[in-house]
């Protein structure tokens, strides 16, 4: 049988991405193994029990769940930067991240409703 897909709500993952920034000293050497994922999940499945989503019960997070979610949200960001690197008036530095400022918000505005990366 097939396992139930995990259902992931925004809240969901920004608790999961702050557990692994939290760990990343213990559990990196530049890439996050099973042990960080396994740990990621049972945080998880505490913090936040499992839900009916249209009436059915949504798959439990797994550390193979999570470690989908990781690359998934790691692919986004990645794609979404180099979007942001090559928009005109837009500049990115891995240092100092986005160079937005206030003068910039109306182009930042109109740049985020047509950039949807999630």
């Known amino acids: ?7 992931w ?3 969901e993952e920004t608790a999961f991405l702050g557990f692994l920034q939290g760990k990343l000293s213990k559990f990196s050497d530049g890439n996050f193994r099973k042990p960080a994922f396994t740990a990621a999940a049972n945080f998880l499945m ?8 249209n009436g059915k019960m949504a798959g439990g997070k797994t550390s ?5 979610k990781f690359k998934s949200i790691s692919q986004s960001s990645y794609h979404a930067v180099v979007n942001l690197k090559n928009a005109s008036r837009f500049m990115y530095c891995d240092k100092l991240g986005a160079g937005i ?3 910039m918000k109306e182009i930042w505005t109109q740049y985020v409703k047509v950039n949807t990366f999630y």
Not at 1 to 7: G, I, L, Q, S, V
Not at 46 to 53: D, E, H, N, T, V
Not at 64 to 68: A, L, R, Y
């Open 46 to 53: 505490a913090k936040f029990p499992l839900r009916s989503i």
């Open 9 to 11: 709500t925004v809240k």
């Open 1 to 7: 049988t097939r396992k139930k897909a995990a259902h």
């Open 64 to 68: 193979e769940t999570c470690n989908h």
């Open 101 to 103: 400022v206030d003068d």
